[in-house]
C-alpha cells in the first residue's frame, strides 16, 4: 500500500531563516506531488505541484520554491522566512488523474517568529 | 476559474442530530470530480467520499450521504446520527478533468463540532 510521510511534524522558525520541508511517497511510481498550505482557519491553498522528476509548477507567487530531486521526493523551500509564511504545510500525492482523490501527509506547522 | 464555496464556516450539533454540509462549486469544465474530506484535531485530512459530473444519483454509505444537484451546482452532505468522533473540519474539493495537474480546489471548510 501506498504511505506518505512529511517531517518535521512542527517547526519553529525566526524571521529570515531559511526553511526546507521534506515529502517523501512510498509504494506508487511517477506519483503527482502537492505542497498546500492552510493558514489558521483558512481553507487550503495549493503552492506547487509536479507531475514528474524536476518539473514544478507554480500556483502562487510567493516566498517559496518547491523541488522534485527524486521521483518520490517533494521539497519546499525558502531562503529567507516572512512572518506571512507561518501556517500549516500539508504535502499530498494523486494518481495524475482527475478522479483520483489525493492522499495527504501528516502535515507541517510551521510558526515564523 | 474554479471555485468552491462552503458557507458554513461552524456548525454545532447534539450527538445524534444530524449533520448536512452545504458546498457550492463553479466550473467551466463538462467532466469533473467533486471531493469531501475530513480534517480531525490531529490535522491530517482524510478522503471521504466523491463524485464525478455525470452521476447524479444520491447515495448512503454507512451514516455518510450525499446530494449532487447539478442544476444547482451543489454537492451536499449529511452525517447521519452524529458522534462526537465527527468532530472535525469538513472540506469540499473540485477537480477538473482540463485542469493541469490534477489539482483540487478547496472550499473554505466546516467546522463540525458534535457535543455529547
Given amino acids: 500500500s501506498q504511505t506518505i510521510h512529511q517531517w518535521p511534524a512542527t517547526l519553529v522558525q525566526p524571521v529570515g531563516s531559511p526553511l526546507s520541508l521534506e515529502c517523501t511517497v512510498e509504494g506508487t511510481s511517477n506519483p503527482n506531488l502537492y505542497w498546500y498550505r492552510q493558514a489558521a482557519g483558512r481553507g487550503l491553498q495549493l503552492l506547487f505541484y509536479s507531475v514528474g522528476i524536476g518539473q514544478i509548477s507554480s500556483e502562487v507567487p510567493q516566498n517559496l520554491s518547491a523541488s522534485r530531486p527524486q521521483d518520490r521526493q517533494f521539497i519546499l523551500s525558502s531562503k529567507k522566512l516572512l512572518l506571512s509564511d507561518s501556517g500549516f504545510y500539508l504535502c499530498a500525492w494523486g494518481l495524475g488523474v482527475y478522479n483520483s482523490p489525493l492522499h495527504f501527509g501528516n502535515g507541517t506547522r510551521l510558526t515564523v517568529t | ?116
Fill in chain 2, 1 to 116: 476559474a474554479q471555485k468552491v464555496t462552503q458557507a458554513q464556516t461552524e456548525i454545532s450539533v447534539v450527538e445524534k442530530e444530524d449533520v448536512t454540509l452545504d458546498c457550492v462549486y463553479e466550473t467551466r469544465d463538462t467532466t469533473y470530480y467533486l471531493f469531501w474530506y475530513k480534517q480531525p484535531p490531529s490535522g491530517e485530512l482524510v478522503f471521504l467520499i466523491r463524485r464525478n459530473s455525470f452521476d447524479e444519483q444520491n447515495e448512503i454509505s454507512g451514516r455518510y450521504s450525499w446530494n449532487f444537484q447539478k442544476s444547482t451546482s451543489s454537492f451536499n452532505f449529511t452525517i447521519t446520527a452524529s458522534q462526537v468522533v465527527d468532530s472535525a473540519v469538513y472540506f469540499c474539493a473540485l477537480s477538473e478533468a482540463m485542469a493541469a495537474g490534477n489539482k483540487l480546489t478547496f472550499g473554505g471548510g466546516t467546522r463540525v463540532l458534535v457535543k455529547p
